[in-house]
Nanobody, 124 residues
Framework: VQLQASGGGLVQAGGSLRLSCAASGGTFSSYTMGWFRQAPGKEREFVATIGWNWTAGRTLYADSVKGRFTISRDNAKNTVYLQMNSLKPEDTAVYYC????????????????WGQGTLVTVSS
């Protein structure tokens, strides 16, 4: 499975961005998908995940983004999205999409497939 993330950029604090991650080469609808991020000098951290059965509302969020970020997926387009609102400077990071076979999981080591990352910079 190949994952291609896009949509990053420079935005002012309080602004919004939508990240996209397009998948190819696998059965996208059967994968749990997640977003992780890595800020400069920090370890990669979990952001959000959505199960393969998203219509059942199976999502999880990191406390730091809950209420501001929304993960969604379009299985017809083999794409997962991360809508980011009310962005803060501390959201600045490289954002990675990832996929796994299995249920919801917040551990990056449990994801099998990774995209190349897209940089989000939030200015104060």
């Amino acid at each position: 499975v190949q994952l291609q993330a896009s949509g990053g950029g420079l935005v002012q604090a309080g602004g919004s961005l939508r990240l996209s991650c397009a998948a190819s080469g696998g059965t996208f609808s059967s994968y749990t998908m997640g977003w992780f991020r890595q800020a400069p000098g920090k370890e990669r951290e979990f952001v959000a995940t959505i199960g393969w059965n998203w219509t059942a509302g199976r999502t999880l969020y990191a406390d730091s983004v809950k209420g501001r970020f929304t993960i969604s997926r379009d299985n017809a387009k083999n794409t997962v999205y991360l809508q980011m609102n009310s962005l803060k400077p501390e959201d600045t990071a490289v954002y990675y999409c990832a996929g796994r076979v299995g249920g919801l999981n917040i551990g990056d080591k449990d994801y099998h497939y990774w995209g190349q990352g897209t940089l989000v910079t939030v200015s104060s």
